[in-house]
């Protein structure tokens, strides 16, 4: 029996146990074509984490035929792939309103990729240096888009700007200190920055140009200092760049404004930098994904 042919029956026996039809047939389709073997996307695995995205997305609980909407999923296909989730505990089910978010236990996976990329290892005693020597709090952030980070891990308690600052928790756009270092050593061009720009809030926002002069300063001294983004916060930020130059990470000193004068903001930068340089150096011994 050649492959196409068992393949398509392993596919209709599925269909008739109320497999969905299009995740597995698009999978299918794939493998008999090859595609394992020049690395093409598996359709099911694609489908499913089209999902799990849509719910991270989501600001509340979806119902199946609302995530179908919003994955561009056919509402069956959406359905299953959400149980099937469901009973691997990544999503978590709510009977009386048949809604879907997803499961706490996506916080386990998200622990062990930290633990096993060394990254926290390495990274948590320097944060802590500095936060107590200086008395901030200190955020470890991953650049993941333009000008968009993600949250890694923070110390201190000098304060916490709001209450949903969480380990996982995305800021995108260039806001801030960690904005306009992101700018300044990432890769966007101006046309997309300043699209960007347009579309985040500021305490005391700079007009765009007066924003570029800044990402220039930032780009000579190697650090940036913000006072405007939010109201009585200063912040400094220093870029974690790879051994070719590639901005991954970014370190920012955070406090209340007069707790950090002008005076201060000259040795804790030179702290952050400090820091920033020996988690650069360990980089490529790393497994940061």
């Known amino acids: 029996m050649d492959q196409p042919h068992a393949l398509g029956s392993a596919a209709a026996a599925l269909r008739a146990k109320g497999v969905e039809t299009e995740a597995i047939i698009a999978s299918r389709e794939s493998v008999a074509a090859g595609d394992f073997d020049r690395g093409k996307p598996v359709g099911a695995v694609v489908a499913a984490v089209k999902v799990l995205r849509t719910l991270h997305a989501s600001e509340r609980p979806l119902n199946a035929s609302e995530v179908a909407r919003a994955a561009a999923l056919h509402r069956g296909t959406a359905y299953n792939i959400l149980r099937t989730l469901q009973a691997e505990g990544f999503v ?22 930290l633990r096993h990329s060394g990254l926290m290892d390495l990274a948590r005693p320097l944060m802590h240096a500095v936060s107590d020597t200086y008395g901030v709090s200190v955020y470890l952030s991953k650049v993941v888009g333009p000008c968009s980070q993600l949250l890694l891990d923070w110390v201190g308690a000098a304060l916490r700007t709001d209450l ?4 996982g ?13 992101m700018a300044a050593f990432g890769n966007t061009g101006d046309a ?3 699209r960007l720009f347009a579309q985040v809030a500021w305490y005391q926002k700079p007009s765009f140009p007066e924003f570029l002069a800044r990402v220039q300063e930032a780009r000579k001294a190697g650090f940036a200092v913000d006072r ?3 109201q009585g916060i200063t912040q400094v930020s220093v870029p974690i760049l790879s051994p070719s130059w590639e901005l991954l990470l970014v370190l920012t000193a955070a406090a209340h404004s007069h707790d950090i004068d002008s005076d201060a903001v000259g040795p804790l930068s030179r ?7 020996r988690l650069s150096e360990s980089l490529r011994l790393l497994h940061l994904g």
């Open 92 to 113: 978590a089910y709510d009977e009386a309103r048949r809604t879907y978010s997803v499961s706490l236990h996506i916080l386990e996976i998200a622990h062990g990729v």
């Open 192 to 194: 997309e920055l300043e």
């Open 169 to 181: 928790r995305q800021f995108p756009g260039p806001r801030g200190a960690s904005g306009v270092i």
């Open 271 to 277: 702290a952050m930098q400090s820091a920033a340089a």
């Open 164 to 167: 949903y600052l969480t380990v």
């Open 228 to 230: 405007a983004s939010i």
